[in-house]
């Protein structure tokens, strides 16, 4: 993507500062989500702005090279790397998906507690994962729970939750400085991370340092 | 003992699980509706029961109600774990095989399961075709890492003509060989109906057998 | 693309629901009427108190833990003493699914029916695990052609046997530097497979 350095993109950075950032940054960006995603248990909040914001690129590269004689070296390139940049995007859409399709009722209930500044899904994750939880209880529904005696005709939400399993244990490499990590199941034993260091600890414990960034799954 | 019919149907799934699941719809049917029957009897008789505590304060009877009300909810779990985990692989089959399932398959789905595909079908499209800006990126291609543009493929099933991106048209006969774009490949192989040819590029020496016994000593004598 | 967890089971679990079918040998506490049935030997129409039955975990561990609990259990005999002395002596020389095919998922039930042992049960299937996964891990890496050593693990151990094997070929794979073959759904091999089966068979 060398020669689309010079397209410049402008993107929100936590600040809400209006930052520049160039094509390249993005994608790494967009790779870090997508690795955290794949490897944490429970689905993280979204990156719509890196998505859109890919997507929009590959549009644009598209159209670029529809410009390119067909002999072209520059045109096979080119196609490789996009082809490279779209397989990280669905993975990590995939992933997200994945989740949602497993926990459907956990994220839904949790994501009804958050502000629509803080939510976790997107718009159309949201609506996806509302479509499939009624998909399920019309399934179960007419196969089976309208043939059951009484009370047992119920979808029982909270029965039938399933939830992340957060004590999974995770590889991490820190990007900043953090102290006092408490150890899940110690008394109170902390550790500290070194910037670039990596680590395996439990997921619970760094869950919010994966949020915010200051770690990365690997 | 209540919930073997229960236990049955969990057992099939086990059993077919690196197969496929999909047994012909009528005998699960009819298995289902005996574990249904059975939930019926044990809750006609919690009925019957509570009636008679409420009644006549017979508390004796409470017992034997609480333990039939543990084996409706068991059979409960058994059912929806059931239906669930058919569900689950029918989505499998939507990623791998695309939207439209092969007749093989759809024969064994009762009328439910039928519905919910194409309701999740149609969720998953409204999804795709939510992202990006003018017409949605597809999820269900790019399942693979690439690592090269073009793929040496062999045609193992007569399919026809596929255009491709770039406009050109190719016939697919049986027994011909193509060198192709990989992501228009990437579906048509997984449908079986193309076969990626690979070159051999080194010997790498197999390990196996010979060396596993020396291992498992060595690592033992370790500790 | 399986998220890989650690085994929580849920609702839905296949494996919870075999593994809790399991037998426990209990005794009544409380009378049942109208159960007598459920014992076979027993004519009566009641289920006496006394009367030793043998339930699945998933009747016995609710009934126990009522508030006046309906049953006294004896946990199966593969979790007690006895048996907990073999596998502290050389865990891995034992055909594990043998003695139960859920040996783990079963056991972490079990343990909650023993308020004395819980720690003790708790404490042996987690050695247990340790001792046998070295073997596990080096039977997954090098024993690529013998299809019947997974059988003689119990669920846990053969699924990360299964885990283990699939990793090795994707490696060995990767160092043969292999252009990242597409290869044909598993379904549609499948498929295949039983339509031909099925040509033979007419």
């Known amino acids: 993507m060398e020669n689309n350095g010079d397209v410049q993109m402008t993107a929100e950075n936590d600040d809400q500062e209006e930052e520049e950032v160039t094509a390249q940054s993005v994608l790494l960006a967009i790779e870090e989500a997508w690795l955290n995603e794949k490897f944490a248990p429970e689905i993280l909040p979204h990156r719509s702005d890196l998505v859109d914001c890919m997507l929009q690129q590959i549009t644009h590269m ?9 002999e072209d070296l520059r045109l096979m390139i080119h196609r490789m790397e996009l082809d490279r940049i779209k397989y990280v995007i669905t993975n990590y859409l995939r992933a997200r998906l994945e989740k949602i399709e497993k926990y459907t009722i956990h994220i839904l209930s949790q994501e009804a507690t958050r502000s629509s500044e803080e939510c976790y899904l997107t718009v159309a994750e949201l609506q996806f994962a509302k479509e499939f939880l ?11 729970l309208q043939h059951m005696p009484g009370n047992f005709q119920t979808f029982e939400v909270d029965t039938l939750t399933v939830k992340p399993n957060l004590q999974t244990y995770v590889f991490l490499r820190a990007n900043d400085r953090i102290n006092g990590i408490i150890i899940p199941g110690s008394m ?29 799954l690997i | 003992m209540y919930g073997r019919k229960g236990f049955k149907l969990i057992s099939e799934l086990d059993l077919y699980s690196d197969i496929l699941p999909f047994n012909v719809g009528c005998m699960i049917e009819a298995l289902i509706k005996e574990v249904l029957q059975e939930m019926q009897s044990l809750y006609d008789a919690n009925v019957a029961n509570s009636n008679a505590i409420r009644n006549d304060n017979n508390m004796a009877l409470l017992p034997s109600v609480q333990l039939r009300h543990i084996a409706l909810k068991r059979n409960k779990r058994c059912i929806l774990a059931y239906i669930y985990n058919r569900m689950r692989k029918l989505k499998e089959l939507r990623w791998e095989l695309g939207s439209i399932l092969p007749p093989e398959i759809n024969t064994n789905l009762i009328n439910a399961e039928v519905q919910w595909f194409q309701s999740y079908n149609k969720s998953l499209a409204k999804y795709m075709r939510s992202l990006g800006e003018d017409h949605g990126f597809n999820l269900t291609t790019n ?19 596929l255009e491709l ?20 490949c990437e579906p048509l192989i997984r449908q079986g109906i193309l076969e990626h040819k690979k070159y051999v590029s080194m010997e790498f020496p197999s390990y196996e057998q010979e060396t596993q016994t020396i291992q498992l000593r060595s690592i033992k004598s370790d500790d | 693309m399986a998220c890989c967890q650690s085994y929580i089971p849920d609702y839905f679990a296949i494996t919870d629901i075999l593994s809790t079918e399991e037998r426990i040998s209990c005794k009544i506490e ?22 030793k039955v043998e339930f699945p975990l998933w009747l016995a561990e609710p009934l126990k833990n009522l508030q006046n609990s309906v049953v006294s259990v004896d946990i199966p005999k593969i979790y007690k003493e006895g048996y907990r002395q ?8 034992i055909v594990l699914s043998k003695w139960n095919p859920f040996y783990y998922e079963l056991g972490m039930h ?23 996964f070295q073997l596990v891990m080096d039977w997954s890496q090098n024993a690529m052609s013998d299809p019947t050593l997974s059988i003689q693990l119990p669920r846990l151990e053969r699924d990360l046997f299964l885990i283990g094997q699939q990793a090795k070929i994707r490696l060995v794979e990767w160092l043969k530097m292999g252009t990242n073959e597409l290869v044909v759904s598993e379904i549609t091999t499948n498929l295949k497979k039983r339509k031909r089966e099925q040509y033979e068979f007419d």
């Open chain 3, 110 to 132: 079990v343990r909650k029916l023993s308020d004395r042992d819980y720690e003790i049960i708790t404490e042996s299937l987690l050695q247990t695990f340790k001792s046998r």
């Open chain 1, 188 to 216: 109170d034993e902390e550790i500290d991370l070194e910037p670039g260091s990596q680590h395996i600890i439990q997921y619970s414990a760094v869950a919010d340092l994966v949020k915010s960034g200051a770690v990365k």
């Open chain 3, 86 to 93: 073999i596998l502290e002596a050389d865990a891995e020389v």
């Open chain 2, 143 to 161: 399942m693979v890492p690439p690592k090269t543009l073009y793929v040496e493929v062999k045609c193992v099933e007569d399919f026809g003509k």
């Open chain 3, 30 to 51: 409380v009378e049942l009427p109208g159960l007598g049935f459920l014992d076979s030997s027993c004519q009566s129409e009641n289920l006496k108190v006394g009367t």
């Open chain 1, 62 to 70: 598209e159209e670029n090279m529809k410009r390119l004689d067909k």
């Open chain 1, 134 to 144: 009624t998909n399920i209880e019309m399934l179960f529904k007419t196969i089976a």
């Open chain 2, 165 to 184: 991106d770039d406009g050109q048209v190719i016939l697919l006969k049986k027994n011909t060989y193509h060198l192709l774009p990989r992501s228009v």
